[in-house]
Each structure stands twice: as C-alpha cells, then as structure tokens.
C-alpha cells in the first residue's frame, strides 16, 4: 500500500465516520464502532505521514487524491 492510498482511505474513512460519530452523541449513547473507525483512519493518516519520503502540505491533497484515483483507474 502506498502512502498516498493510504492517506486518501485513511481521510474518506474518517470523513465517513463523522456523522455516526454524531448519531451516536445526539442518541446518548456510546459511540464504540465510530471511535474504532476514527482510530483506523487516524493510524492510516500517520502510517501515510511517517512512510512518505517528503510529507505532506495541506495544499497539496487535491493532488494526492487525483494521483491516487488516476492510479486506480484502468
């Protein structure tokens, strides 16, 4: 796995666990599975910042997602 696969899984996963993150808070109870995911996606997010030879910049993510998508597609 790159680290740019990585880092794009690891901001998708934790883009789709807010909102049961905030189901879970509003219905007062304990929000177990969107914690786990929000730990997946933040181990993710920091094995793609530590194994990237350069890093990443805030700027440069809509670049890292086209790179990653075009390498998906055939």
Do not use: H, K
Request: zero cysteines; proline letters at 8%.
């Amino acid at each position: 796995m790159t680290s740019d696969l990585a880092l794009v899984m690891g901001i998708i996963i934790a883009g789709l666990s807010v909102p049961s993150l905030l189901s879970a808070f509003s219905d007062r109870r304990a929000p177990r599975a969107p914690a786990l995911t929000l730990l997946i996606a933040t181990s993710l997010i920091v094995y793609a910042a530590t194994t990237s030879p350069v890093g990443y910049d805030f700027s440069e993510l809509p670049e890292v997602f086209a790179r990653t998508f075009r390498a998906l597609m055939p």
